[in-house]
């Protein structure tokens, strides 16, 4: 029976032509939510660019500040305003994330996506006008990233269900390795971008990645297909389409269902209970959440410690005896991005080799330990060393990080204790990514109060949140392990 054809975006109704196959529509979406969300990552970088224009400068010959920044920003508390500014943005964040991943299972994908990214990008411009308009009050700044960091929750919870919508959990670990780069892309383009103008002055540092993100939010609007089920698709034979409002089914693939694609199996009925969203409480109370959020709200402490305060650490600490300027700290912290790329599609892969996403975590996390205290003694000795420890460190940092908030936060979305409550994804994913966005709200404040201190202050802080970020896995992985074991010995008993 066809499927009933509903929320098409404008570009369908323009162009009938694009109305193609199953895997056409499958990499089109993967191609938009990556841009998307890109684009909402490269918005968030300007602010880690210019903290080191907008805050004092260092003396380099006795290492104390010099009261030439941008007020309220200067001065000797300049580090500390900073901070406070980006826990301003990330504390909304994560308050907006829990809202808006419980929003998201209830009302059009697109059109909040695209809320969302407009709103984003008309208030990163608004930030930069405060260069132009000399704006010197902190109030003003403060309101800006508060209400921006609201409309920048709305992006993730709204990618990774749509995304969950097109695809199934085999090679879900690769997959989403491979789409979450999207955040390493972010940054990458943001640093660059906002580096590139940082001469022409600040403001063209946040107006161009702004304008970034409401020409993306259009390309949202006209073309995003929330779910196969509005463009009518409906599989013969064993293949059932899936939707985020529909009930996962367990069902045996034959060798014609794997030109179809990665899409996971699932029953299609309008009048299904399995249509109401799942509650918060309830969310949370699904096996392995718990863990994986509070993993989460520690791993992403580090990450965004790195990505607010990377470039200002470069252009404060001598590299071989130099000090670099602005323009090139910013482009140089690009390499913990690239690293980034890389972490997050290993970490997947391995994942999905291994069938073990907790263990994975744990394995690279436990690594990145002897590497950032390795980046913090040796980084200074040469630009070279300074680059790999850099790369390396993104790598680590980076992979659990991405495979928590993708395939895990899909795969705890659509377990099988829902009972077919497929539109658990949003909230699923807005708990897991917005308890973690506590942590990175936390993570900048902190690095701003302790680098006062010394950056060895810094990086201990980074080291024991990594510490418990495994901790927090331990069991989780155990269970894993034990699994492999028993499937091992089932293997090795049915052998000839």
Known sequence: MQSKIVGLPPAFSLF????????????????????AYASFHASRKPPSIVKSVLGPSVNEESNSPIDNGWAPFNGTEGAQRLGELDLAFLSSYALGMYFAGHLGDRIDLRLFLVFGMMGSGILTVVFGLGYWMNVHLLGFYMTVQIVCGLFQSIGWPCVVSVVGNWSGKEKRGLIMGVWNSHTSVGNIVGSVVASSVLDSGWGWSFALPG?????????????????????????????????????????????????????????????????????????WKLPGVAPFAFCLFFSKLVAYTFLYWLPYYLRHQAVAGVY?????????????????????????????????????????????????????????VSMFINIGLMFISGLLVNGPYALITTAVAADLGTQDSIKGNGRALATVTAIIDGTGSVGAALGPLL??????????????????????????????AKAEIKEMSSSGELIASSGP
């Open 447 to 476: 690095a701003g109060y302790i680098s006062s201190r010394g950056w060895n202050s810094v990086f201990f802080m980074l080291i024991v949140s990594i510490f418990f970020a495994g901790l927090f896995l331990v069991r989780l």
């Open 211 to 283: 304008g970034l993100v409401i020409v993306s939010g259009l390309v949202v609007f006209m073309c995003l297909v929330v779910s196969p089920h509005d463009l009518g698709f409906e599989e013969p034979g064993k293949e059932i389409e899936m939707s985020l409002a529909t009930e996962t089914v367990v069902v045996e693939e034959d060798k014609e269902a794997v030109d179809v694609g990665l899409l996971e199996n699932v029953n299609l009925d309008d009048d299904d209970d399995s249509l109401s969203a799942i509650g918060f409480l309830e969310a």
């Open 324 to 380: 670099i300027s602005h323009k090139t700290a910013g482009i140089l912290s690009t390499v913990f991005d690239i690293g980034g790329v890389f972490g997050g599609i290993s970490a997947g892969f391995i994942s999905d080799k291994i069938k073990a996403r907790a263990l994975t975590s744990i394995a690279f996390l436990s690594l990145s330990i002897p590497v950032l205290i390795m980046y913090r003694v040796y980084g200074s």
């Open 16 to 35: 009938p032509s694009l109305n193609k196959t199953f895997t056409f529509h499958q990499i089109l979406v993967l191609i938009i939510t990556f841009v």
